[in-house]
């Protein structure tokens, strides 16, 4: 079964501090992309940071950097000086190609950045 | 680019009665999905598109939801008789027709069903 897991239903982080967000996964297949979404109170789902998984290199965007390791299917969220405007609920999600392209959600890890 | 967009934003019923989501996609994008999030979840896929065609609708209940999609671009979701665990949010995104792109979303259409 393919399926993605995040430990850790809520975190805080002062302002400033950084913060890191676990998720893991389960698939047999080998091709496949990693994502972390994120979705402020407003609701709307947006990208934060994606990931190749032949790709060696973690991805960075900014203050949003990834550990990404294969083998231990393990795909970690590194927030960096943390805002207010992180605040947010992050979603993992892997993406494969089967017959279709199919997309897996995690459960999500609700961020709090405190002042 | 315009985004996804998603009307209504907000609706309430009755349980038993029906209601339609509507859902225009970015230009361009093959892929359509629909996923019910239900507070303090993750999305939860409905039914996805390949152009007209439907590629999985295992999660959607058949017997009060339907979906389609008019001429490969945009897609309504219908609820009918609504239940009161319909109660979500149903997000529609879009997405290029190649397995590395990135999935955009709308803002969500809220159902509350009392």
């Known amino acids: 079964a393919q399926t993605v897991t995040q430990s850790q239903p809520e975190m805080s982080v002062q302002e400033a501090e950084t913060v890191t967000l676990s998720c893991t996964y389960d698939?047999?297949?080998?091709?496949?992309?990693l994502f972390w979404y994120k979705q402020p109170p407003s609701r709307q789902m947006i990208l934060v940071i994606r990931?190749?998984?032949?790709?060696?290199q973690n991805a960075t965007e900014n203050r949003f950097s990834v550990n990404f390791q294969k083998a231990a299917k393990s795909f970690s969220l590194k927030i960096s000086d943390s805002q207010l405007g992180d605040t947010a609920m992050y979603f993992c999600?892997?993406?494969?190609?089967?017959?279709?392209?199919?997309?897996?959600f995690g459960p999500g890890t609700s961020l709090s950045v405190i002042p | 680019e315009a985004g996804v967009a998603q009307s209504p934003r907000y609706k309430i019923i009755e349980k038993r009665q029906s209601v339609a989501f509507w859902c225009n996609p970015i230009?361009?994008?093959?892929?359509l999905y629909w996923y019910q999030q239900i507070l303090g979840q993750g999305p939860k896929l409905l039914i996805q598109?390949?152009?007209?065609?439907?590629?999985?609708d295992s999660q959607l209940p058949k017997d009060r939801f339907s979906a389609e999609r008019l001429k490969g671009v945009d897609s309504t979701l219908k609820i009918q008789p609504a239940k009161l665990e319909d109660s979500a949010v149903y997000l529609c995104?879009?997405?290029?027709?190649?397995?590395?792109?990135?999935?955009?979303f709308g803002e969500g259409s809220w159902l509350t069903v009392v």
């Open positions: 990931q190749e998984a032949y790709k060696q």
């Open positions: 230009s361009g994008h093959a892929t």
């Open positions: 999600a892997f993406r494969i190609e089967t017959s279709y392209d199919k997309v897996i």
């Open positions: 598109f390949q152009n007209n065609g439907v590629v999985d």
């Open positions: 698939t047999s297949e080998n091709n496949y992309y």
């Open positions: 995104a879009s997405s290029r027709d190649r397995v590395g792109n990135t999935i955009y």
